[in-house]
């Protein structure tokens, strides 16, 4: 096996929400991604004889191909359990799921509609379990998300981010990631659509630590002055289709269009976690604009995800 050389600081056994690892280790995390994507054949065979179960509850492009292509680029193997028909649980319980599971695979990722699913396979089983999004959170987006960042700014800490939207799962994982390293997180939601208080007040508390700050706001406006980044997501997220139409009508202010996006930064970036819905959240000529590194993201959650199973895994 070839010299994994940047090292990372021992970690939690699983990443279910993010607020496992702290400031020191996702910057070493950061910085084992970075090593990843520089030199991809130091890692050739980082992961020989590991295999990872892939639940997935929910259709999935990115996540599904960075994790597949990434643990296989490292000379292991993944097994993918589609479950978007029959929910887990249904045919035998998530108990005995994952005690089946810890017999055969280093590691679970998983893509659930509830949060709670997650961590019954994390207590049934003694392996990595590894959130693929749930309805509470999405990790390893929100870990890609401040990779890039990094990369185009050089550093992170007051860094002025703009959430434009749904207060849903991305916008918890972007508070939660992002109050550790120090990032000033506006988010601007409609109202009844604000994220969970209990989310936004550890936040709070991480970003006082970090020297963060953590602004929940009504206008769109007033969260973008300025920002050096503007991040919005599906204004109805897998699993609320039935709810898309009212949706529209109340987040139609949310649209980051040229208009919006102008009052940020000269320099801002437009940043989504795709899939996107132009005309919806967000026009063409924001995220077709030079200005968008919503593709960059999506590599980023190759190397970065790489990482997080060197870490856990190996
Ligand atoms: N951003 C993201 O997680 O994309 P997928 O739903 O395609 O995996
Ligand atoms: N909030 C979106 C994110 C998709 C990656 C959803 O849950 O559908």
């Not at 980082?46 to 296989?72: D, Q, Y």
């Not at 019954?120 to 379990?129: D, K, R, T, Y």
Request: proline share 4%.
């Amino acid at each position: 096996m070839n010299a994994v050389v940047a090292t990372v600081p021992a970690l939690a056994n699983d990443l279910l929400v993010g607020s496992e690892w702290g400031p020191e280790q996702v910057r070493g995390l950061f910085q084992l991604a970075a090593d990843i994507k520089a030199r991809p054949e130091h890692y050739r065979s980082a992961l020989v004889g590991r295999f990872l179960a892939m639940i997935f509850e929910k259709p999935s492009l990115r996540t599904r191909v960075t994790f597949e292509v990434g643990i296989a680029s490292m000379g292991g193997g993944a097994v993918f359990l589609d479950h978007t028909q029959a929910r887990l649980g249904e045919r035998e319980s998530v108990h005995d799921v994952a005690k089946n599971l810890e017999r055969w695979v280093q590691g679970i990722v998983a893509r659930v509609f509830e949060h709670t699913v997650l961590e019954e396979l994390a207590e049934n089983s003694s392996i990595p379990v590894i959130n693929a999004l749930s309805d509470r959170c999405h990790p390893c987006q929100a870990l890609a998300d401040f990779f890039t960042l990094e990369e185009r700014f050089g550093g992170l800490r007051g860094l002025k981010f703009a959430y434009i939207g749904d207060g849903n799962n991305v916008c918890h994982s972007l508070l939660t990631v992002g109050a550790r390293l120090g990032v000033h997180v506006r988010v601007a939601t409609p109202a009844g659509y604000e994220p969970d208080p209990a989310v936004v007040s550890e936040a709070r508390r991480n970003a006082r630590e970090n020297r963060g700050k953590i602004e929940i706001l009504r206008s769109p406006e007033e969260a973008v002055t300025g920002a050096q980044a503007v991040y919005t997501d599906v204004w109805a997220s897998m699993g609320q289709e039935n709810e898309a139409a009212e949706r529209e009508a109340i987040f139609a202010r949310y649209h980051v269009n040229r208009r919006l996006f102008g009052q940020a930064d000269a320099n801002a970036v437009f940043m989504h976690c795709l899939p996107a819905h132009r005309a919806s959240e967000v026009a063409a000529e924001v995220i077709d604009s030079p200005q968008s590194i919503v593709f960059d993201q999506s590599e980023n959650r190759l190397h970065v995800q790489k990482a997080i199973l060197l870490t856990l895994l190996s």
